[in-house]
């Protein structure tokens, strides 16, 4: 579901859901991307909206992200922590209502925006990895790009793992067996799991997580084929880490 109000979901998003079901006005302060699950700050009110807003530009606001991709990397191990700082820019493709696609171009490269993103692999097999993603900018698609360039494409990500044509083929319904099989999920693996912020009020820095969804937790059981506790287990002393270096 989007976040707020654009293109074909000027109803069915976040926002307007939530203001339908309360009878009151909410406040997007920052966004997900429509399949992704897990933490999305909004505030009630201007007054509390105007502070939020200010940390996520001054980037006093730190995601902890939990993605499960396929692994096309040959160098990439269990335990691995890396960074990718590829810039990105944006284009749009396709007719009609168009789609952004995000490209990626070296750090040195002039073209497009600076983007960093801190990696921390929990698992790993021949077929799939799950990790943390630590992004330090906040471009569009950032996570799922930057994955793409560490060659783990995110499972169902039908923009980056399967490529635009397959993308239009999901948008317009028409989907082969294939497809299906080469997504494995509705949606892209990728779930926010947690933010850490100064409490506007005191100004001490808290963090806020959001469980795995059963479709990831039933993806690493049956698909990845390892304990999900065993990764709530990693991921438990993982936040840990991430509240404590955020204090």
Do not use: W
């Amino acid at each position: 579901m989007s976040t707020h109000p654009t293109g074909r979901h000027l109803f069915n998003c976040v926002t307007v859901y939530l203001q339908t079901r309360d009878k009151r006005p909410y406040h997007s302060i920052h966004r997900l991307d429509r399949e992704t699950s897990g933490m999305l700050l909004l505030a009630k009110n201007p007054a509390s909206a105007t502070p939020l807003t200010q940390m996520f530009e001054q980037g006093a606001v730190k995601k902890c992200y939990l993605f499960i991709a396929r692994n096309h990397s040959r160098t990439i191990s269990c335990n691995d922590q890396f960074e990718i700082n590829y810039r990105l820019s944006s284009e749009k493709r396709g007719f009609g209502e168009k789609r952004i696609y995000v490209q990626h171009h070296p750090a040195e490269s002039t073209v497009g925006k600076h983007a960093t993103t801190h990696f921390k692999i929990l698992y790993h097999n021949q077929q799939y990895t799950i990790g943390l993603a630590f992004p330090q900018t906040g471009r569009q698609h950032q996570i799922r790009v930057h994955a793409l360039v560490a060659g783990l494409p995110l499972v169902g990500d039908k923009l980056y793992l399967g490529g635009y044509p397959l993308f239009q083929r999901f948008k317009e319904n028409q989907v082969s067996n294939e497809d299906y099989d080469l997504m494995e999920i509705p949606r892209h693996a990728l779930h926010a799991l947690a933010i850490n912020l100064p409490y506007p009020q005191n100004g001490q820095r808290t963090t806020f997580t959001a469980p795995i969804p059963e479709d990831l937790i039933k993806l690493i059981a049956s698909q990845v084929k390892t304990d999900p506790k065993n990764i709530e287990q990693q991921i438990q002393q993982q936040l840990e880490l991430f509240s404590n270096l955020n204090h």
